[in-house]
């Protein structure tokens, strides 16, 4: 290929890898895609599935840099921890990691060890979400914050934090639960420590706006929240309201509303001071998105704020609505999740062939004078084509093919004249594609034709169980070949999964320019791999992934980066992903009972001379081998 004209930056371009990636992800210059979770070293992710395939781990896989989560924990409180010092704030930041985004236990565990330099905790929203952060969340001081849906299970089980000091707050989201926690407070002799979510006026931006405003499905408006300030006074318990929070959705677009939001917000708290409750925390919530298309404005896959950005509006708003009212600093309380976790993970798959929707083929393009006049014309947009020329000729070349398909029915085409004057148009279509790439304006027909002409790449991955936002909200993910980006990637081409769904499919890509119908590639070679990878997969995706078509859990390898090790890391474990028994049972079924129907259907073959014994085995303990193998193509 032209290597000469095509540069490593280039390839940085064209998958806008510096951007969504926020330096985590990078291309070495024998062009492969890297992780750089320290930003000093990387990991060359060619060697990582290199090694994978010696432990026999088969794609597709996901991949966790263990080391990113770290780094992302530390980014977001020395953020906070710098920030504060220099808005002279007297407050704190003390965080919390929401694990719904991503509960796997490793997960966890590595948040909450990098978290361990920090006051820094965990949050939950479920019973099985509370069960694991009791267990887990061992960072002195840290605040463990129960959101969600309350019973009086979930009350005792905060009761139990308490006894195990932990430094628990049950959130009231709706006021008929502080009903629910006085019963359970009165039983046990303890009060636990309480907060409120409050119904924002303020609405969020983006897919989840709508969890904010009067129609949100949690919160208390201002007046119950109120009426619950009476209660606890009734029951004189006031001083145990400690919290105050909202939230106001996911993957926020705007900072804008996120500045509203954070007005609203330190208004109400200060008001309620002022009414006599002793609140020590100010929780923001989540909400703060992430870049996944690289644009770096408000669409609903981007963001137009950085990190600092959002810490420095959380901080500066909340210091001087305080100040104003005279209210003291609180500490400040975020419930980050998805900018946490995202960034760690990743699939690989391989492309293991190709659909292509219009196969190139060499066609004679002498003129002869035998051809009938609408293939002559073909013929000649053919030779006549360059760069100045290109969209009359896609205009002719789009209406004699048309002609042709008229003259075909009406019988005075043949079919191979019909065929000839088809193949030549799209030899036509794939020139002008080639020769505009780099043009600064396209033509819109020219764009679509590009989209139209692209190709399928057929990669061994469910997008439901892999990257599930892509098929439900539309939600963009970087996906980028792994290897050969010092290559100029020829192809243009979408994805399209194994499952037999139609909508298994990938078909919005990140781009050099915007959101791109296609995504650029490189061509197939026999015998070698083409392994490409998902990005930004480690907030939501991961643990939302359902098995649809009987797909499975992915196997996965966990990385951790190291200097004594040649290539820079090395494969600390490996978690073997569902086999087909494992989701069968999920099913309902049992395996020995299918093994066993589909012996005896061999046996009753036996019997019938149907098949030889000899063959008869083999086959049924192949049936047997494949219930207990990997769910994807091997
Ligand atoms: C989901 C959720 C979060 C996490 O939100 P992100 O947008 O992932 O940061 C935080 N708090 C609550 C109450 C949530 O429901």
């Not at 597709?60 to 010092?85: G, M, S, Y």
């Not at 002195?140 to 849906?149: A, D, E, Q």
Request: charged share 25%; hydrophobic share 35%; net charge negative.
């Amino acid at each position: 290929m032209s290597k000469k004209s095509w540069s490593i930056e280039e390839a940085m371009h064209t998958y806008q890898v510096a951007r969504w990636s926020e330096g985590y992800f990078n291309i070495n210059e024998q062009g492969n895609l890297c992780a750089q979770p320290h930003k000093l070293n990387s990991i060359d992710i060619s060697k990582v599935i290199e090694q994978m395939k010696n432990l026999n781990v088969q794609y597709p896989c996901v991949i966790r840099f263990q080391d990113i989560i770290k780094d992302q924990v530390h980014k977001l409180n020395n953020t906070f921890i710098e920030t504060i010092k220099r808005a002279k704030f007297k407050g704190s930041y003390s965080g919390v990691y929401p694990i719904k985004v991503n509960q796997l236990r490793e997960v966890v565990e590595e948040v909450v060890e990098a978290g361990s330099d920090f006051t820094y905790g965990l949050e939950c929203g479920s019973k099985a979400e509370l069960l694991t952060v009791l267990a887990y969340n061992t960072n002195k001081s840290s605040l463990t914050i129960l959101n969600g849906y309350k019973d009086e299970e979930y009350i005792k089980l905060a009761i139990l934090g308490l006894k195990i000091n932990r430094n628990t707050i049950i959130v009231i989201e709706k006021l008929s639960e502080i009903q629910t926690v006085l019963k359970v407070s009165k039983e046990l002799g303890v009060v636990p420590n309480l907060g409120v979510r409050a119904k924002l006026n303020s609405k969020g931006s983006g897919k989840w706006s709508k969890s904010s405003g009067d129609n949100a499905k949690f919160g208390l408006t201002v007046s119950e929240i109120l009426e619950l300030i009476d209660i606890l006074k009734i029951n004189n318990i006031q001083d145990n309201l400690k919290l105050f929070h909202f939230h106001v959705g996911s993957q926020i677009s705007d900072i804008r509303s996120i500045k509203d939001c954070l007005s609203e917000g330190a208004r109400i708290f200060c008001e309620m001071q002022k009414l006599g409750t002793n609140l020590e925390y100010f929780d923001v919530g989540g909400g703060v998105g992430l870049n996944y298309d690289g644009s770096r404005s408000n669409c609903a896959s981007s963001t137009n704020y950085t990190i600092s950005d959002y810490v420095g509006d959380v901080v500066y708003i909340l210091r001087d609505t305080c100040d104003e009212v005279g209210v003291n600093h609180p500490i400040i309380v975020s419930e980050t999740g998805r900018a946490i976790s995202a960034h760690h993970s990743c699939v690989v798959t391989n492309v293991f062939g190709s659909i292509e929707n219009i196969k190139l083929k060499k066609v004679d393009t002498e003129l002869n004078d035998h051809d009938h006049m609408i293939l002559r014309n073909m013929k000649s947009f053919q030779r006549d084509l360059n760069h100045s020329n290109f969209q009359d000729i896609y205009n002719d070349a789009s209406i004699t093919k048309e002609e042709a398909i008229s003259g075909f029915k009406l019988g005075i085409l043949n079919l191979k004249e019909r065929s000839d004057v088809e193949k030549i148009f799209w030899n036509i279509c794939s020139k002008i594609i080639d020769m505009t790439k780099d043009d600064p304006f396209v033509p819109r027909e020219i764009k679509i034709l590009k989209y139209e002409y692209a190709k399928k790449y057929i990669c061994n991955f469910s997008v439901f169980q892999s990257a599930p936002d892509s098929w439900a909200i539309g939600q963009i993910l970087p996906i980028v070949p792994i290897r050969r980006l010092d290559e100029e990637p020829t192809e243009y081409v979408t994805i399209a999964d194994i499952t037999c769904d139609s909508d298994g499919a990938i078909d919005q890509f990140v781009g050099a320019n915007g959101i791109k119908n296609y995504l650029r590639a490189h061509d197939l070679k026999k015998n070698e791999d083409y392994p490409i990878g998902i990005f930004l997969t480690g907030a939501y995706q991961d643990i939302m992934g359902d098995m649809h078509n009987l797909f499975g859990r992915l196997n996965e390898v966990h990385v951790f980066s190291s200097d004594e090790d040649e290539d820079g890391f090395y494969i600390e474990e490996v978690i073997k992903g569902q086999n087909c028994s494992d989701v069968l049972k999920i099913m309902q079924y049992s395996p020995e009972v299918m093994c066993r129907k589909i012996k005896k259907e061999f046996d009753k073959a036996i019997k019938e001379k149907t098949i030889a014994p000899k063959e008869a085995k083999a086959f049924s303990d192949f049936y047997e081998k494949t219930i207990y193998g990997y769910t994807y193509l091997s």
